[in-house]
T-cell receptor, first 114, second 114 residues
């Protein structure tokens, strides 16, 4: 059981380039999320998808777009990368347990924008 | 929105000693409080969580306490071992029924020395 799989694990971009981070889960979870992790700032929610066909903004959505391709896959796109988007990105999916959404995270994608 | 503060940012203990990490939250509507452990180069992993209807929960060497009146919760690790060395994150959210919007603390780097 793979859980949440993210690709690529590492990426270096130049300012202005575009790229897409891919995420897939095999746990049949309805909800999926993209977080970014920066030193001293914890994890901040970029976008989430409560169910297939829906997406919503999180705390820091500017400069990003997302696509919920199907129930398994949720991608994050940077249209014109900026150095401020240098970060580690985590995808997660969640199951409902007694009313609470319990998250499972992927291993992360480290992005550097020069 | 919710604001979660976490202290200390770093914690060094000797093997066998106890470690305590504390978090406060601002939104009285929050009722789900998970703790995640992140090892180097990996994604956060859920280690324990607590709901608002209980004050304490234990799982072997790990325990979490919740004081809803004071809006704070704590992680206690007893008999620490070198493999407990990691970054720990607390988080808080309300039951949304759809997707979770967890707000994370800024993390505590725990180092267990021999």
């Amino acid at each position: 059981n793979a859980g949440v799989t993210q690709t690529p694990k590492f990426q270096v971009l130049k300012t202005g380039q575009s790229m897409t981070l891919q995420c897939a889960q095999d746990m049949n979870h309805n909800s999926m999320y993209w977080y970014r992790q920066d030193p001293g700032m914890g994890l901040r929610l970029i976008y989430y998808s409560a169910s297939e066909g829906t997406t919503d903004k999180g705390e820091v959505p500017n400069g990003y777009n997302v696509s919920r391709l199907n129930k398994r896959e949720f991608s994050l796109r940077l249209e014109s990368a900026a150095p401020s988007q240098t970060s580690v990105y985590f995808c997660a999916s969640s199951r409902v347990d007694s009313g609470a959404n319990v998250l499972t995270f992927g291993a992360g994608s480290r992005l550097t924008v020069l | 929105g919710e604001n979660v503060e976490q202290h200390p940012s770093t914690l060094s203990v000797q093997e066998g000693d106890s470690a305590v990490i504390k978090c406060t939250y601002s939104d009285s509507a929050s009722n789900y409080f998970p703790w995640y452990k992140q090892e180097l180069g990996k994604g956060p992993q859920l280690i324990i969580d607590i709901r608002s209807n209980v004050g304490e929960k234990k799982d072997q060497r790990i325990a979490v306490t919740l004081n809803k009146t004071a809006k704070h919760f704590s992680l206690h690790i007893t008999e620490t071992q070198p493999e407990d060395s990691a970054v720990y994150f607390c988080a808080a959210s309300g039951y949304t029924g759809t997707a979770s919007k967890l707000t994370f603390g800024t993390g505590t780097r725990l180092q267990v020395t021999l």
